[in-house]
């Protein structure tokens, strides 16, 4: 966990929820992740799911937790659609980083139960970039090559 994880972690909610140190109504939990009703929800039935070991973003959680959080997300979503909930569709939705509002600090996945008419959007979707193939391929270059370094490398080689 990086310092900075590490500071945040001290005074976190989900945390807290995740110890049984704050309320939540839970809806699955096991040793490595817990899934609650959100507090402040978009749609009927918006779940996260969260893993219970600090981690502020993609880059402090391990493939196996990240899997996991994945898979119970997906098990609920499911579970969702079997439910009095009865949504027509499903988002996943995971913020990391505040500029990509992430409000609270601890890595969680949100499972937003869909329905006409609900009122939820994400602001500028339509928007794109429009790239020639060049372009596409010099990005899929840079991808490429970032995912050859290990992890915690400089981004630039240096």
Sequence with gaps: ??????AT????????IAQHKAE????YE?????????????????LL?????HAVGLEDLDKTTGAHVWAVAHDLARTLRRSTFRPEGINFFLCDGEVAFQTVLHLHLHVLPRYTGDGWTVEN????LDRDRQRLDGDAHAIKAAAARPAGSPPFGT
């Design 1 to 6: 966990m990086t310092q900075s994880a590490t």
């Design 9 to 16: 972690a001290q005074g976190c909610i989900f945390c807290a």
């Design 24 to 27: 939540a109504s839970t809806v």
């Design 30 to 46: 096991d040793e490595t992740v817990v899934a609650f009703m959100d507090r402040y929800p978009v749609t009927p039935g918006h």
């Design 49 to 53: 799911v969260v893993p219970r070991h």
């Design 125 to 128: 979707l339509p928007k794109t």
